[in-house]
């Protein structure tokens, strides 16, 4: 199954209103799978320059990468799970979703990018 059909199977989880496959290093999206009305140039940018972030902060504590960057606002949120190939694989999610269902599917998604 390629990327592009897992991100439509994350999409299919009650919540998501879109799924993208995003290169940390420059913040484009390489596949996606979104909502009409998702900005997926803005969330790849955002989310590849979070998860820069965090990677800086957590090798400053002398702690590995995070698995997982979780956003929440009250309109909604974004959960990205890092891939060892330099990708990101992102969920665009309602505030009322299943972030352990979410989770899981990113993990899953992240594990075959590598």
Request: no cysteine.
């Amino acid at each position: 199954m390629s990327l592009a059909d897992e991100l439509l199977i994350l999409t299919r989880i009650p919540g998501v209103r879109g799924a993208l496959v995003v290169a940390s290093d420059d913040g484009l999206a390489v596949a996606d799978a979104l909502m009409e009305g998702v900005d997926g140039r803005a969330v790849a940018a955002l989310t590849a320059s979070l998860a820069a972030r965090m990677r800086g902060v957590t090798g400053a504590l002398g702690q590995p990468t995070p698995v997982l960057v979780h956003l929440q606002g009250t309109e909604g949120g974004f959960m990205a799970a890092y891939a060892g190939s330099g990708l990101l694989v992102v969920a665009v999610t309602a505030p009322d979703v299943n972030a352990g269902e979410v989770r899981l599917g990113l993990l899953h998604v992240a594990e075959l990018a590598n």
